[in-house]
């Protein structure tokens, strides 16, 4: 084993990098051509929190359910027109370099979907530096654990996240659900613009709030975890999209790809899918828009499934 890590180590792309164009690669709003970093990640927030407000106001909803006994342990529920409970759930989980982000301004794709017929589910997990990685992860898992047992007669729980979110809703291919008394109707992985191999990201300045050890990176890392799994831990018929953006940065069109290739030789379900014109924040942001081609995706498949 030691010889591969070392191999690993040596090979790895991003081992190349100085630190600066590490903390440049890394840094999803210095990429965008379109506006000035500050204001990428001012105009995303915003029109995130605009995006919540209008699924408020005008959805059927139940906003701040709690899926466990901690403060920050909540989830909002987007609903369709229509009383069934039979319905396909569409679960976000929100980016932010696990030490950012709300489920308070991440409801983009409620209006397209839930007019659709997909209900939309919101999560609230912990952020650094409160939450751990190690808490993050067993918070999505509980909340997927609490949604199928809430809504036993679901027609799939279709799972997404975004950046760091893309990397807690990955780690949900290891979970282990028997430790949670149900094992979830899942039918679909959207992971947009993620990381998956966390090394990197302990030689930035992301890592201050996380406080990251080589050791967390190793248990945290989907990729590398995946590759040494003699056999996936959930049926690897599970469709599960890997998603980049055209212009996301080349570590994060890297860090897609080889979580893509890891998918394939493993055996699972997986495709890849780079979005056209689109940024890191922009591949999120135009969820907002029925006619835009990732909410087509999505629907594609759900409705594929269900």
């Known amino acids: 084993m030691g ?22 690669q890394y840094s999803p709003s210095r990429w965008v051509v379109r506006l000035g970093a500050e204001e990428a990640l001012r105009t995303f927030s915003q029109m995130g929190a605009q995006a919540t407000r209008q699924a408020r106001a005008s959805r059927r ?22 009383v069934s409970e039979a319905l396909p759930f569409f679960v976000f989980l929100h980016g ?53 047992k809430r809504y ?18 990955a780690m949900m291919l290891l ?9 979830p109707n899942l039918k679909g992985l959207f ?4 990381v998956y191999d966390l090394e990197p990201i302990m030689h930035t300045s992301q ?16 990729q590398l975890l995946l590759q040494a799994a003699p056999k996936p831990p959930v049926a690897p018929a599970l469709p599960t999209l890997v998603i980049v953006g055209q212009h996301d940065s080349p570590e994060f069109q890297r860090q897609s790809r080889e979580f893509f ?16 014109n689109v940024d890191h924040f922009e591949i999120i942001e135009n969820l907002t828009q029925k006619g835009y081609v990732l909410i087509q995706i999505i629907l594609g498949i759900i409705f594929q499934q269900s």
């Not at 996240?161 to 809703?169: K, V």
Request: charged fraction near 20%.
């Open 207 to 222: 890592n201050d709030p996380l406080l990251l050890m080589w050791e967390d990176t190793q248990r945290h890392s989907p």
């Open 61 to 82: 909803s139940l906003l701040h359910v709690p899926y466990g006994q901690g403060d920050g342990e909540k989830l909002d529920l987007y609903f369709p027109d229509g």
């Open 175 to 183: 979970a282990n659900w028997t430790e949670h008394g149900v094992t």
């Open 191 to 194: 992971l947009v613009s993620g």
């Open 261 to 276: 290739q890891v998918l394939c030789r493993g055996g699972w379900k997986a495709t890849f899918e780079e979005i056209p």
């Open 3 to 24: 010889g591969h890590a070392e191999s690993r180590w040596d090979e790895a792309p991003w081992k190349k990098l100085s630190e600066e164009e590490l903390e440049t």
């Open 96 to 148: 932010g370099y696990w030490q950012s982000g709300s489920k308070d301004t991440s409801a983009f794709m409620v209006d397209p979907l839930t007019s659709q017929g997909v209900a939309v589910v919101i999560v609230a997990y912990d952020i650094a530096p409160k939450g751990t990685l190690y808490l993050m992860v067993d918070q999505v898992t509980r909340s997927i654990a609490f949604l199928q």
């Open 152 to 169: 036993p007669s679901n027609k799939g729980i279709y799972l997404c996240g975004h950046s760091a979110g893309a990397h807690l809703a």
